[in-house]
């Protein structure tokens, strides 16, 4: 106990004058931290190997909430079942919806998927505002990156110079990363693959991957056995040769269902933290491209 | 009459302010969500009266903002009448209209503070606070039954609560309510009723969480004659205590996860204390088997749970529950439940 006291006493005056900051995800917090840079101080609430959609409201998180300046979501409902249980018990009046210190990353995101009919939850957990699984393509991050550095120049307009300067840095490395990434993936391009979840549509979009279908046919619900049958149909005949999947999901199921096929089956992270040795938004797509280059070789 | 008044009061607040603001958009209509809880019920003995099925409840929830200072709550619900239910109660065809919860909060406390005023579930322990379809089983325990009746314990008044600034998440809530709530306390009264619960929530790990909580509540006396004369004068107290132990394999989408949750209650004169213990453990992805001791010491009649529940969607449920009690006295459940609408994501 005196341990965490006196941590918490030195840790006051590491952050002085720092704005707090608090996303929802670790590939947010990862990109605040490169625009905010000194003048930060940032932590998630999710961790790279938790499932973002079913994370857990724990009063723990709300108390991480009760005195930052800036909260951070991915927006889109992704975090629909715990964030607003943990923003009331986090009773910040700064961090309350519509107000200065909270921010949906998803405004001003090209969406995929956003529905054009009337959706009901006969087809499972669905995201009537569109795929939330933005940040797999890192194009998005540029926005995601600015729609940041905006906001902490209005809450903190004393640094606004700052955090324009890290934006331009983000932005250059990343452009630069993109063009590397882009160059070294161009043979998957056409690459038809299937996936567990619908999480790697911006990723397949981006890379000019064809999904050709799902193990879960409606997200969130388990596949019954006729789609597994028709699932295992379908990539037998089309020979598919990569079989996607996040490293929280239901791993056991996946490696049955890939047994049934010759399917090469890659439980990839799909969040920055998702496996040891991706500890940043960089790294994370370094690993993607690598993992997704030999399989498919 | 009361119940119709209040929930007038809240509607116009909501729907005044929406129709006012913007016509007919839609876009400012409250979040509206259903639930419905249906029970299948065979005793053995045999109750002819208590055997077949029933809509236990059916619940209706609103809520909004309402303007840049207030955001209100409503929860309606349709159950069977209980015993103590009178006539003045609004009925229609067998069943009965209670409003549940109705309550404003406030968008300006100061940091750490929160406020909210109208009825509520007064925030004694863990079981009493939660709505019907959240029990952990079909039937409240008997020793949470024995003190607050059939529903769980509701008051019209202020709540006010703090989070401290502590290392782990600490809360402490204040209550002081009209002291109307008639199983627990007299509601011809004009004393009100106070009520407070310090809560403090540990992670353990990653994965596990202990919670230690204490509650105390005092009103007015209301037992009806039950409790001697010279405690007429004094105001009832009840005391509770509850410990809970929450554990989920967090690294898995639909991991495996196990709650043991075990709370004393007592009042004052020490003549209405019981104790429960309840443990769920979700072994596969849609699947949970749950096990329950309660205890009302005063009638040392024990009671036993077991259940199984499907939960396909947190949307869905179908629990198969037995009951067994030390007066050889077996009850067989089986419960469905439904929720469709924009319902607001459940606490931890």
């Not at chain 1, 000019?208 to 789609?227: A, D, M, T, W």
């Not at chain 2, 979040?31 to 009266?49: H, K, T, V």
């Not at chain 2, 402490?172 to 002291?179: E, M, P, R």
């Not at chain 2, 009671?303 to 006295?329: I, N």
Request: glycine share 8%; net charge negative; charged share 20%.
């Amino acid at each position: 106990m005196k341990k965490i006291f006196i941590s918490l006493f030195l840790a006051s005056f590491l952050f002085a004058g720092k704005l707090e900051i608090v996303a929802t995800l670790p590939d947010l917090a990862d990109i605040a931290k490169s625009v905010g840079g000194e003048k930060v101080s940032v932590s998630s609430i999710c961790k790279g190997y938790q499932d973002p959609h079913y994370l857990q409201a724990k009063p723990s998180y709300s108390r991480k909430m009760r005195n930052v300046d800036l909260l951070i979501f991915n927006g889109l409902e992704l975090e629909i079942g715990w964030l607003a249980p943990l923003i009331n018990s986090a009773r910040n009046p700064k961090i309350k919806p519509g107000k200065f210190g909270s921010l949906d990353c998803s405004e001003g995101i090209p969406l995929l998927e956003v529905p054009h009919n009337e959706l009901d939850r006969s087809g499972g957990d669905v995201h009537p505002l569109g795929n939330p699984h933005y940040l797999l393509d890192p194009q998005n991050a540029l926005i995601v990156a600015q729609t940041i550095a905006t906001r902490l120049s209005q809450i903190d307009a004393e640094n606004s110079e700052i955090y324009q300067k890290n934006f331009d840095e983000f932005r250059r490395s990343l452009e630069l990363k993109i063009v590397e990434w882009e160059k070294q993936s161009e043979q998957l391009k056409g690459l038809q693959i299937v996936a567990y979840h619908k999480n790697w549509e911006y990723l397949a979009d981006w890379l000019g991957l064809e999904i050709v279908g799902y193990l879960e046919n409606r997200p969130g619900i388990p596949p019954s056995p006729k789609h597994l049958k028709s699932f295992v149909e379908i990539v037998n005949e089309q020979e598919i040769r990569v079989f996607l999947a996040a490293t929280f999901v239901d791993v056991n199921q996946a490696k049955k269902a890939a047994e049934r096929t010759e399917t090469n089956l890659l439980i990839l992270p799909a969040l920055v933290g998702g496996v040891q040795h991706v500890d940043s938004y960089f790294e994370l797509f370094d690993f993607l491209i690598q993992k997704l280059m030999e399989s498919a070789q | 009459m009361k119940h119709l008044f209040f929930i007038v009061v809240l509607c116009s607040a909501i729907f005044g302010q929406s129709a006012t603001a913007t016509g007919a958009s839609k876009t400012m209509n409250p979040a509206i969500s259903a639930n419905g809880l249906f029970i299948g019920r065979y005793f053995e003995p045999a109750l002819p009266a208590y055997n077949g099925f029933i809509l236990q409840e059916m619940e209706f929830q609103f809520s909004s903002v309402v303007d840049p200072y207030f955001q209100a709550d409503i929860t309606m619900a349709l159950h069977p009448p209980h015993s103590h239910d009178d006539e003045d109660e609004h009925e229609t065809h067998g069943m009965t209209v209670d409003i549940e919860e109705g309550f404003l909060k406030t968008f300006f406390m100061p940091r750490g503070f929160g406020f909210r005023f109208g009825k509520f579930l007064l925030p004694f322990g863990k079981h009493n606070p939660l709505h019907t379809h959240m029990y952990p089983f079909t039937h409240a325990p008997s020793s949470v039954m024995n003190i607050f009746g059939e529903h769980a314990a509701a008051d019209v008044g202020g709540e006010l609560s703090y989070s401290l600034p502590l290392p782990w998440y600490s809360e402490v809530i204040f209550t002081a309510t009209d002291g109307n709530y008639e199983h627990l306390f007299d509601a011809g009264s004009s004393d009100l009723a106070f009520g407070s619960r310090f809560s403090n929530l540990f992670d353990i790990s990653e994965s596990a969480t202990v919670e230690l909580g204490g509650s105390y509540l005092q009103g007015p006396h209301g037992e009806h004659g039950e409790i001697e004369e010279e405690h007429h004068e004094e105001m009832a107290q009840f005391f509770g205590a509850d410990l809970t132990f929450k554990w989920r394999d967090v690294r898995k989408s639909y991991g495996k996860a196990l709650i043991w949750q075990n709370e004393f209650l007592t009042d004052a004169e020490g003549e209405k204390d019981g104790f429960y213990s309840i443990l769920q453990f979700k072994f596969a992805r849609r699947f949970w088997i749950s096990g329950g001791w309660s205890s009302v010491f005063d009638s040392g009649v024990n009671e036993y749970k077991t259940q199984l529940a499907f939960v396909p969607s947190e949307f869905s449920f179908v629990r198969l529950e037995s009951v067994y009690t030390d007066d050889d006295q077996w009850k067989f459940f089986v419960q469905t439940n439904f929720t469709i609408g924009s319902h607001p994501a459940h606490k931890y």
